[in-house]
């Protein structure tokens, strides 16, 4: 489970923890290789972080929670219109 640092987000992004629910991955890359070797000898925390993280984003994009996060979204555009 790798995520490179970004500006763009989901807005589930929020509940997930580095190196608990994946493996961060700097914006340029440089520490890819290093990453990829430290989850190939690791397996067992990736896999760990795999599961936590399908447990939050499974959460997150049920239906009920969609719909608060999308009203949320439009009650502050309609604030700010």
């Keep these: 489970?790798?995520?490179?640092d970004s500006k763009y987000y989901e807005h589930f992004y929020s509940v997930?923890?580095?190196y608990e629910?994946?493996?961060p991955i700097k914006s340029d890359l440089s520490d890819l290789i290093d990453q990829i070797k430290w989850a190939q000898e690791?397996?067992?925390?990736i896999l760990q972080m795999i599961k936590?993280?399908?447990?939050?984003?499974?959460?997150a994009l049920e239906p009920r929670e969609?719909?608060?996060y999308w009203t949320t979204v439009l009650e502050v555009?309609?604030?700010d219109v």
């Design 77 to 79: 555009f309609d604030k």
């Design 21 to 23: 629910d994946f493996l």
């Design 16 to 18: 997930l923890k580095p």
């Design 1 to 4: 489970m790798l995520k490179q």
């Design 66 to 68: 969609l719909l608060c």
């Design 42 to 45: 690791n397996e067992n925390k």
């Design 52 to 59: 936590s993280a399908n447990l939050k984003v499974s959460k």
